[in-house]
C-alpha cells in the first residue's frame, strides 16, 4: 500500500503489479495439453529408421556423418550416432556446432523445423531461421546433471538442446534472454516449443521447470508402458 499525497488531499491506492518472470510468469499459449490430445496430434518417426538404415540422411535432407558406434559407462551409448550440422528443407537450417544425435532425432529435426519452426518464423518474424545454437547433445550423464537420477536421454545420443535461434539477418533469439518476452520473439519460442511435442516425445523449456531456463530439451525417449507417452512442458 502506497500513501500519495495530492494538495490537501490523501489517497490511498493499492497497486496490483504484475512480474512476468523467467519461469514465473503466465501465458496464455503455455496452457496444459491433455495427453489424449497429444497422443492425437502426434508424429511418429519413420518406421523404416534402423541401425543401418537412416533415410533422411541417405536423402540429403540432414546434413550428417556417421560416426563410430559409442559405448561408455553406466549404460551410455549409440549404436548409430551422426554428427549432425544441419538439417534441410526450404529454407536449411545450420547448427553452430556439430550435434551427436541418432538418426530418430535428427530426422525429427528436419520434419519438425521444415513443418513448424520455419513456416512459424516467416509467419511471426517475418524471415526464416538460419542457424540453432546447439546447448547440448550426446553426454553420457545423468538427468538434469543430478547424482543419482535417472539416466538421461543425452547418454543414449537421443536429445538434443537448442538455446537460441539465428535468424537470416543476424537477429539472435535467446531462450533464456527471449522466452519471458510478450512480443513476437517470445510468441514465436513458445508456440514453437509447443508444437515441438508433436515430433518428441519430450519437451521441456522455461516454463517446465528449474533446469531448463535457458534452453529447450528435446528427445524421443520412452515414458509410460508402452512406451508413447508424452512430456510437453
Same mark, same amino acid.
Given at each position: 500500500?502506497?500513501?500519495?499525497? #495530492?494538495?490537501?488531499?490523501?489517497?490511498?491506492?493499492?497497486?496490483?503489479?504484475?512480474?512476468?518472470?523467467?519461469?514465473?510468469?503466465? #501465458?496464455?499459449?503455455?496452457?496444459?495439453?491433455?495427453?489424449?490430445?497429444?497422443?492425437?496430434?502426434?508424429?511418429?518417426?519413420?518406421?523404416?529408421?534402423?541401425?543401418?538404415?537412416?533415410?533422411?540422411?541417405?536423402?540429403?535432407?540432414?546434413?550428417?556423418?556417421?560416426?563410430?558406434?559409442?559405448?561408455?559407462?553406466?549404460?551410455?551409448?549409440?549404436?548409430?550416432? +551422426?554428427?549432425?550440422?544441419?538439417?534441410?528443407?526450404?529454407?536449411?537450417?545450420? +547448427?553452430?556446432?556439430?550435434?551427436?544425435?541418432?538418426?530418430?532425432?535428427?530426422?525429427?529435426?528436419?520434419?519438425?523445423?521444415?513443418?513448424?519452426?520455419?513456416?512459424?518464423?516467416?509467419?511471426?518474424?517475418?524471415?526464416?531461421?538460419?542457424?540453432?545454437?546447439?546447448?547440448?547433445?550426446?553426454?553420457?550423464?545423468?538427468?538434469?546433471?543430478?547424482?543419482?537420477?535417472?539416466?538421461?536421454?543425452?547418454?543414449?545420443?537421443?536429445?538434443?538442446?537448442?538455446?537460441?535461434?539465428?535468424?537470416?539477418?543476424?537477429?539472435?533469439?535467446?531462450?533464456?534472454?527471449?522466452?519471458?518476452?510478450?512480443?513476437?520473439?517470445?510468441? +514465436?519460442?513458445?508456440?514453437?516449443?509447443?508444437?515441438?511435442?508433436?515430433? +518428441?516425445?519430450?519437451?521441456?523449456?522455461?516454463?517446465?521447470?528449474?533446469?531448463?531456463?535457458?534452453?529447450?530439451?528435446?528427445?524421443?525417449?520412452?515414458?509410460?508402458?508402452?512406451?508413447?507417452?508424452?512430456?510437453?512442458?
Amino acid at each position: 500500500m502506497i500513501k500519495l499525497e #495530492f494538495g490537501k488531499h490523501r489517497v490511498l491506492a493499492l497497486l496490483v503489479v504484475v512480474l512476468v518472470l523467467n519461469g514465473c510468469g503466465s #501465458f496464455h499459449d503455455l496452457e496444459e495439453i491433455s495427453q489424449a490430445e497429444l497422443q492425437n496430434e502426434a508424429i511418429w518417426p519413420d518406421e523404416a529408421i534402423s541401425a543401418s538404415y537412416c533415410p533422411m540422411i541417405l536423402a540429403g535432407q540432414v546434413s550428417a556423418e556417421a560416426l563410430p558406434a559409442i559405448s561408455g559407462k553406466w549404460g551410455c551409448g549409440q549404436e548409430a550416432p +551422426f554428427s549432425v550440422t544441419a538439417v534441410g528443407g526450404a529454407n536449411p537450417v545450420q +547448427f553452430n556446432v556439430a550435434a551427436v544425435t541418432n538418426c530418430v532425432v535428427a530426422s525429427q529435426l528436419q520434419r519438425y523445423f521444415s513443418e513448424v519452426v520455419q513456416p512459424e518464423a516467416l509467419q511471426m518474424l517475418g524471415q526464416p531461421v538460419a542457424e540453432i545454437r546447439v546447448a547440448a547433445s550426446y553426454s553420457c550423464r545423468p538427468r538434469n546433471n543430478q547424482r543419482g537420477a535417472q539416466l538421461s536421454e543425452h547418454g543414449y545420443a537421443n536429445a538434443i538442446d537448442i538455446s537460441a535461434f539465428v535468424l537470416r539477418d543476424g537477429t539472435v533469439l535467446s531462450i533464456e534472454d527471449d522466452w519471458p518476452k510478450w512480443g513476437r520473439k517470445g510468441k +514465436f519460442l513458445r508456440a514453437i516449443n509447443r508444437k515441438a511435442c508433436r515430433y +518428441f516425445t519430450t519437451v521441456i523449456g522455461p516454463g517446465g521447470d528449474k533446469y531448463h531456463q535457458n534452453h529447450i530439451h528435446l528427445d524421443h525417449g520412452r515414458h509410460g508402458k508402452e512406451g508413447i507417452w508424452r512430456v510437453c512442458q
